[in-house]
C-alpha cells in the first residue's frame, strides 16, 4: 500500500511546476475550483522604470527632504490601474475566454495567474500545475541548439530532466525540426522558434493552460496542427484561459468568457451570453468607424451605445475611446 | 515560517534548473572560442607576467618567489572581480525569462556564481604551474587553501545576491561596484608586500578587509606559511554575514523587481 502510494506520488512529481506559497488552498470546499481568484487589483507607476533608476539621485533627494515628497507624490499622481476588483472562480475543466480591446488588463491578468506579478491587492488561488503560453520562444538562449534549449526552458517551466528526456522525441517531431536538432536557434527563422516553444510547452500536460494569443503564429497547417493539440488537452479535463481577437476562435474552443474593459469585469458567464455583448460592442465601434469615414450624419445609424442617436461629441469620445482597437 | 524539509524540498524541486543554468554558462564561455578552456590559463598567466615585470623591477631587491606572491593574489581577486560583475548583471540579463514565466530568480544570481567558480577551479592549475616555476613543493600548510576558498565562494555567493536585484531597481550599480572593486583590489595587497602598511597606524585598513584576509590564507597555503588564523576565522564571520543579508534582501526584492525590468 505504501508502495503503491509511493510510487503514485512520484509520477505526479515529474509533471509538477513550481508552487507559490500562496497557491495552496487551505479548505476542502475549495477543492473543485482550478482557479480561483478574490478582489484582485493591479496598480502600475507609469514612470517606474524611468523614475529612481539611479542611487546617485536617492543620494541627493534623501538630502533633501522636499524633494523626495514631491517625487513620491508624483509617482502616485502617475499611477493606473490596469486591474480593479477582479473576482473569478473556475471550476476543473472550463474554458476561458477574455475578451477585451488593446490595453483592456488581459496579459496583466495572465501574468497575475501565472505568478510572475504579485497582485496589488487580493489574492489569486490556484490548484495543480500550470502551463503559461505567452509570447513563445522569447526566452530561448540564441547561442544554444535546439536540443540544449529544450532542457534549459523546459527546466525553466519546471519540468523534470527524466520528464523532459521522456518527451524529447515528442516534442521535436511534433515541431518538425528533425533536420535541425543541433543547429544554435539563431540560424532559425521566427515561425521555426514558435513551433518549438509551442512543442515544449505542450509537452506536459498541465491542469491549468495559459494560451495568450499562440495561434496566431506560424503557417496554416501549423495553426491547425497547435489548435489540434489545444483541443486534445480538453479530453483531460485540463483549465483553459485564452486570450484572443479572433470570437470565432474563442467560441470553438471556450465554454465560459468574460469581457475586460479599463481593467474592470464588465461581462461574465456563459460564451454564449457573452459573445453577443462583445459582439456587439466591437460591432458598434466599427460602424461608427465607418460612418466617420464616411460623413454619414450619426443620428441615423440605428444601433448606438446608449440605445438613442449620438451627438459629435459622444461619437469623438468614444472614438477616442477605442482608436487602439483594431 | 519554512522548516529545514521545506528548504530541502525546495532545493531538491531546483536543483535541474540551477544545473541547466550553470551548464549554460560554462557551455557558452567556451564555444566559438578557438583557445576554449586554455584561454582562462593564459588569462592570468598573462597578466601575472606584466605585474612581476612592472612591480619587480619598481622593488630595489626583488623578492623570491615574487611571481608566486602575485599569481595567488591576482587570480583570487579576479574571481571575485568578474564573477560579482556578471552576478550583478544576472536579473538583467534574463529579464524575458522573468517577465515571463514564474521562476525562482535568487537561481541566476547563485548559477553565476557556480559556474565562474567551476571556471576558476581550472584556472588554479596556473598557480600550480607557477609553482613548478619556483620549484615550490606544497607544504603541510596547503590545508589553509580549502577554507579560504569555501569562505571565497560564500563572500561572492553572498555579494551576488545583493547587488542583483539592487541592480534592477538602481541601473548605476554597475558603475558604483567597478570603483568598489578598485579601492578593494588596492586594499587587497596583490602587488605590494603589506608589511610595512601593517606595521603603520593605517593597518586595520587591511585587516578589515575580508578579501585581504582570503588572500592571505590562500598565499599561506600555497607559499607555505601560516596565516593569521583570526583573520580567516574573521573573513569567514563576515561572509557569513554578508550571506545571510543577501538572502535577506533578495527576499524583500523579488516580488517587487519584476515591474522594473
Given at each position: 500500500m505504501a508502495n503503491k502510494k509511493r510510487k503514485k506520488k512520484r509520477r505526479k512529481n515529474l509533471f509538477k511546476g513550481y508552487e507559490l506559497d500562496q497557491t495552496r488552498f487551505e479548505n476542502d470546499e475549495d477543492r473543485d475550483f482550478a482557479v480561483?481568484?478574490?478582489?484582485?487589483s493591479m496598480k502600475f507607476s507609469m514612470g517606474l522604470k524611468q523614475g529612481r533608476s539611479s542611487i546617485k539621485d536617492v543620494v541627493i533627494m534623501g538630502l533633501l527632504p522636499t524633494m523626495w515628497k514631491k517625487r513620491q507624490q508624483e509617482k502616485d499622481k502617475d499611477a493606473f490601474w490596469a486591474l480593479t476588483d477582479i473576482n473569478l472562480e473556475l471550476k476543473k475543466g472550463d474554458r476561458l475566454g477574455i475578451l477585451g480591446l488593446n490595453g483592456a488588463g488581459k496579459?496583466?491578468?495572465?501574468?497575475?495567474l501565472a505568478g510572475v506579478y504579485r497582485p496589488t491587492t487580493g489574492r489569486v488561488k490556484k490548484k495543480g500545475v500550470l502551463a503559461p503560453l505567452l509570447e513563445l520562444g522569447a526566452g530561448f538562449e540564441l547561442q544554444?541548439?535546439?536540443r540544449e534549449n529544450i532542457f534549459l526552458y523546459g527546466a525553466v517551466l519546471g519540468y523534470r530532466r527524466e520528464f523532459i528526456e521522456e518527451?524529447?522525441?515528442?516534442?521535436i517531431e511534433f515541431s518538425g525540426l528533425q533536420k535541425f536538432v543541433d543547429v544554435p536557434i539563431q540560424n532559425y527563422?521566427?515561425?521555426?522558434?514558435t513551433r518549438l516553444g509551442f512543442a515544449i510547452c505542450t509537452a506536459v500536460k498541465p491542469d491549468i493552460l495559459i494560451l495568450d494569443e499562440v495561434f496566431s503564429v506560424g503557417d496554416a497547417k501549423f495553426r491547425r496542427k497547435s489548435e489540434q493539440r489545444i483541443i486534445e488537452m480538453f479530453d483531460t479535463n485540463v483549465t483553459v484561459l485564452f486570450v484572443s481577437h479572433n470570437l470565432g476562435q474563442v467560441m470553438r474552443i471556450c465554454n465560459k468568457a468574460i469581457i475586460l474593459d479599463h481593467g474592470r469585469l464588465i461581462a461574465e458567464g456563459d460564451i454564449g451570453e457573452v459573445a453577443p455583448i462583445y459582439e456587439q460592442m466591437t460591432g458598434e465601434i466599427r460602424q461608427i468607424r465607418q460612418a466617420a469615414k464616411a460623413g454619414v450624419d450619426v443620428g441615423s445609424l440605428e444601433t448606438t451605445p446608449t440605445g438613442g442617436p449620438l451627438s459629435k461629441e459622444q461619437m469623438d469620445a468614444i472614438l477616442e475611446k477605442y482608436r487602439d482597437f483594431d | 515560517m519554512l522548516t529545514f524539509s521545506d528548504y530541502k524540498k525546495k532545493i531538491t524541486d531546483n536543483w535541474f534548473l540551477l544545473s541547466e543554468l550553470v551548464k549554460k554558462g560554462v557551455r557558452l564561455k567556451y564555444r566559438r572560442s578557438y583557445l576554449g578552456i586554455l584561454w582562462s590559463l593564459i588569462e592570468p598567466i598573462l597578466t601575472t607576467i606584466v605585474l612581476v615585470i612592472v612591480f619587480g623591477t619598481m622593488m630595489r631587491k626583488r623578492p623570491p618567489d615574487f611571481s608566486l606572491y602575485i599569481v595567488c593574489g591576482r587570480i583570487v581577486y579576479s574571481f571575485y572581480s568578474s564573477t560579482t560583475k556578471s552576478a550583478c548583471m544576472s536579473l538583467w540579463k534574463n529579464r524575458s525569462m522573468i517577465k515571463k514565466v514564474y521562476l525562482p530568480k535568487y537561481l541566476y544570481p547563485i548559477a553565476e556564481c557556480v559556474y565562474q567558480f567551476m571556471i576558476f577551479g581550472i584556472s588554479l592549475s596556473v598557480v600550480a604551474l607557477v609553482m613548478l616555476y619556483c620549484r615550490r613543493a606544497p607544504t603541510h600548510f596547503i590545508w589553509q587553501v580549502i577554507p579560504a576558498l569555501m569562505i571565497l565562494f560564500l563572500l561572492t555567493v553572498g555579494s551576488g545576491l545583493i547587488l542583483s536585484p539592487?541592480?534592477?531597481?538602481?541601473?548605476?550599480?554597475?558603475?558604483l561596484w567597478n570603483v568598489v572593486l578598485m579601492l578593494i583590489q588596492y586594499m587587497c595587497a596583490i602587488f605590494y608586500y603589506p608589511k610595512k602598511l601593517m606595521n603603520s597606524q593605517w593597518g586595520f585598513i587591511l585587516k578589515l578587509n575580508p578579501m585581504f584576509c582570503i588572500i592571505d590564507a590562500f598565499r599561506g597555503g600555497i607559499m607555505g606559511y601560516l596565516a593569521d588564523p583570526w583573520d580567516l576565522m574573521y573573513s569567514g564571520c563576515f561572509a557569513v554575514v554578508l550571506f545571510l543579508l543577501g538572502v535577506f534582501v533578495f527576499r524583500r526584492c523579488q516580488e517587487e523587481l519584476v515591474f522594473y525590468l
Open positions: 480561483k481568484v478574490e478582489n484582485v496579459s496583466t491578468l495572465l501574468k497575475t544554444y541548439t535546439a518527451k524529447f522525441d515528442e516534442i527563422s521566427s515561425g521555426m522558434r | 539592487l541592480h534592477v531597481f538602481f541601473r548605476d550599480i554597475e558603475y
